[in-house]
């Protein structure tokens, strides 16, 4: 909604029809007594039917509420989820400081943190209730690196997930660390504006090297670290939701088995027939499959136009158009080349690929020309069309993006992303309006041209997901009957497929949460309340930093967050109240022939004020800033800096603005709680359903959302 940002703070009502069980679990790890967080259905996982388990490695900030919600949610789908304690039971974890100490102690000795992992595995499966043979391990943040450092040392639990893994070579243990093969199936999940390309390379080469079977899923549009924590600044929805998803399809490959590939036969159920059509002087000739009983003029079905790979339209697309069908659309397999035109050997299929990708108008015309044709069915709504392309059809969905398509999204499949095969973003300068879905192997598409896609779709501010998939998936993996095929890829691409097609036709689905006082199917009680307000104060202000590498700075993991952990110790706020906006600029330290320039680090700071508090008012914080100073925030900031071990880098706060404070007022909106619940108690055991709009914000506030959080409590 443009010019609002919605907050949602749910709680839910105990309905008494739960099965699920929840306690805290102690247990050791050498002399460290640490204190996990079981759930589990107790009427369905029992000693004589025993559930697969699901570890939650927690992220930088301890194993609390997140983690057993995320233990839950586990549950929700069957499984045993337990939270695990990688801290251990009392260990700080109450400010930036103590989160940087234990996450650092533990990076920076793998052996200890695989040695914690190790002593929750060993709880889970002391369970009777647990089938030892069925666990994973899934982890956030800090603990995605956990997940990557336990397959790369070769552990041996069925599957590990991460989202936002620190993956970079500082973070993590490297290949050189184990010579052995990674016997785990791995899926992370990562914001473009998180981890590195280069970081992203690296891990798949490692992965390549050791034969481990592999997929990464990158998010944009400016997805970046911590893109799945609930109440967090940097929250994305669609990458949340989407990431979820993956990852119920990747449990079930793991506890139950790669599900059957999805084919399209001919069946008596759907009309199929070839369509006539031109574009231009050329005549061509689709493919239209739907379920007449079901598409009608007067109940209009979404319709998906399958591009062609580039031995022409045939057999393969035809069946792709089918299984669109089966899913309930209209599928049409287009005929890019034209009816007649030679496509029987190698040397037709150079030549009429070439002329389209030599030719983007051409190719483009054609395109839209299939499009135009499936429009004019009166059973087709006009306003719910996507279009899939594999091979060089792949290149067309590109290039459609690129060019400025306005289909709800374009999927590809073993895309040809070159430089050389598709249209560059310098070729069109408006928005990417179309939702882009690319699967492509590591063994066709570069890291080198994916990060230049990447880039591209930044700059246009698309939405996009690109998953590559690995070990060794090469061009044309989703070819039945090609020597390339990849069973799993094309498996996991196609279940993609169909949720995003989902996603296009019928709207993001709300993102899955587990309550507390859920029911077993993760759904809360409906509760209301009347509207209300809430006063939110913040103060504001800007400093430069001077950096020898703005780029280096801003990218370092943990940089940012030091800045903000700097301002929250001069001004004694909670670090969760701080929220830090840095852009690059350079300056000359002096002129003449000594001149050396700097780059310096432009900041911007948002500070919420604990409403309520005795202490910390706006006075105190803008006083707390002015006090500090250029030299006092220099060695607070350093202070954070060296505390998440950038001890390399020099960073000087050259100038601070006088600080300024503002007030605005949250209106709370009458809600019934469904399948998005935040778990919480008042003071006084209550529940409530709370909905915060801020109305008239040009930025999210999810900082604002965390402060009140913890301290807001309604009882009637």
Same mark, same amino acid.
């Given at each position: ?11 839910? %009502? ?13 247990? @050791? ?6 204190? $996990?967080?079981?759930? *589990? ?19 930088? /900030? ?29 260990? &700080? ?94 899926? !992370? ?41 609930? !109440? ?26 790669? &599900?059957?590939?999805?084919?399209? +036969?001919?069946?008596?159920?759907? /009309? ?10 050329? %005549? ?17 079905? &979404? ?10 339209? /045939? ?101 040809? #992303? ?12 408006? +928005? #990417? ?25 930044? =700059? ?24 390339? *095929? ?38 809360? =009680?409906?509760?209301?309340?009347? +509207?209300?307000?809430? @006063?939110?104060?913040?103060?504001? $202000? ?23 952990? $700097? ?39 948002? #500070? ?7 202490? #910390? ?24 800096? %060296? ?14 603005? @006088?600080? %300024? ?33 801020? =109305?008239?914000? +040009? ?18």
């Amino acid at each position: 909604m443009s010019g609002k940002r919605l907050l949602l703070l749910l709680f839910g %009502t105990a309905n008494g029809a739960c099965n699920m069980k929840t306690s805290l679990q102690n247990y @050791t790890s050498n002399t460290t007594t640490c204190q $996990g967080y079981l759930a *589990y259905d107790e009427t369905k996982c029992t000693a004589s039917s025993k559930c697969p388990a699901v570890v939650v490695i927690q992220d930088w /900030n301890g194993m609390n509420d997140y983690e057993k919600e995320r233990a839950r949610m586990l549950a929700n789908l069957g499984y045993v989820g337990f939270a695990a304690d990688i801290y251990g039971f009392g260990t &700080p974890a109450e400010s930036m400081t103590d989160w940087m100490a234990a996450s650092g102690m533990h990076r920076g000795n793998p052996d200890l943190y695989m040695a914690k992992i190790n002593a929750a595995l060993d709880k889970v499966k002391s369970y009777d209730f647990v089938d030892m043979s069925k666990v994973a391990v899934i982890g956030y943040c800090f603990g995605g690196t956990g997940i990557v450092n336990m397959a790369i040392l070769g552990s041996d639990v069925l599957g590990v997930v991460g989202y936002h893994s620190g993956i970079q070579n500082t973070s993590r243990v490297m290949r050189s660390s184990s010579s052995g093969p990674i016997k785990t199936k791995i899926l !992370l999940h990562s914001g473009v504006r998180d981890d590195k390309a280069t970081d992203v390379a690296v891990l798949e080469e490692e992965f390549e090297a050791a034969n481990a079977t592999y997929e990464i899923q990158r998010f944009g549009l400016g997805v970046m670290h911590g893109f799945t924590d609930f !109440l967090g600044r940097a929250y994305d929805k669609r990458a949340d939701v989407r990431s979820w998803a993956s990852t119920e399809r990747f449990l079930k490959e793991l506890f139950l088995g790669m &599900p059957d590939v999805v084919r399209g +036969p001919e069946s008596a159920s759907l /009309n199929a027939s070839l369509q006539n059509y031109t574009s231009n002087t050329t %005549t061509c000739q689709g493919y239209l499959a739907y379920n007449h009983t079901k598409c009608t003029a007067s109940s209009k079905c &979404p319709a998906v136009v399958v591009i062609q790979d580039w031995n022409g339209m /045939n057999d393969y697309e035809k069946e792709r158009a089918r299984m669109l069908a089966n899913l309930g659309y209209v599928g049409f397999a287009a005929d890019i080349y034209g009816f007649g035109t030679p496509a029987e050997s190698m040397t037709d299929w150079m030549a009429a690929s070439g002329m389209h990708r030599g030719n983007p108008d051409l190719y483009m015309a054609k395109i839209n020309a299939a499009l135009d044709k499936v429009k004019s069915y009166d059973f087709v709504d006009m306003s719910k069309v996507a279009v899939i392309g594999y091979c060089f059809g792949g290149t067309g969905i590109v290039n459609m993006a690129i060019l400025g398509s306005d289909v709800l999204g374009v999927v590809g499949y073993h895309s040809g #992303i070159q430089n050389t095969s598709r249209v560059m973003r310098s070729n069109s300068s408006g +928005p #990417i309006k179309t939702k882009i879905l690319l699967h492509s192997g590591v063994r066709d598409d570069t890291a080198t041209d994916v990060a230049v896609l990447e880039e591209e779709f930044e =700059a246009a501010n698309a939405t996009y997901e690109i998953q590559r998939f690995g070990p060794k998936v090469m061009h044309g993996f989703t070819e039945w009957s090609g020597r390339s *095929y990849d069973k799993r890829a094309d498996v996991r691409s196609w279940g993609s497929t169909e949720f995003f097609l989902h996603e296009l036709f019928l709207g993001m689905p709300d993102a899955v949460r587990a309550p507390e006082d859920s029911n077993c199917s993760g759904v809360a =009680a409906a509760t209301t309340m009347a +509207p209300g307000s809430v @006063t939110v104060t913040k103060v504001k $202000g800007t400093m430069a930093l001077d950096v020898p590498s703005c780029k280096a700075f801003t990218e370092r993991e943990g940089a940012v967050g030091a800045v903000a952990a $700097g301002i929250a110790n001069a001004t004694g706020v909670d670090v969760k109240s701080v929220e830090v906006t840095l852009t690059c600029s350079r300056r000359l330290t002096s002129e003449g022939v000594f001149a050396r320039r700097l780059e310096e680090v432009n900041g911007a700071y948002e #500070i919420t004020v604990p409403e309520g508090s005795a202490t #910390i008012t706006a006075d105190s914080v803008s006083s707390a800033i002015t006090t500090a100073g250029s030299d006092g925030l220099t060695t607070k900031i350093a202070a954070a800096m %060296t505390a998440v071990g950038i001890t390399d880098i020099v960073v000087k706060v050259n100038s601070i603005s @006088t600080p %300024t404070a503002s007030t605005f007022v949250a209106t709370t909106t009458t809600v019934s709680t469904t399948n998005a619940a935040a778990s919480a108690t008042t003071a006084g055991g209550t529940k409530a359903a709370v909905a915060i709009s801020f =109305a008239d914000r +040009p930025r999210t506030v999810m900082s604002a959302m965390a402060a009140i959080a913890g301290v807001w409590a309604i009882a009637k």
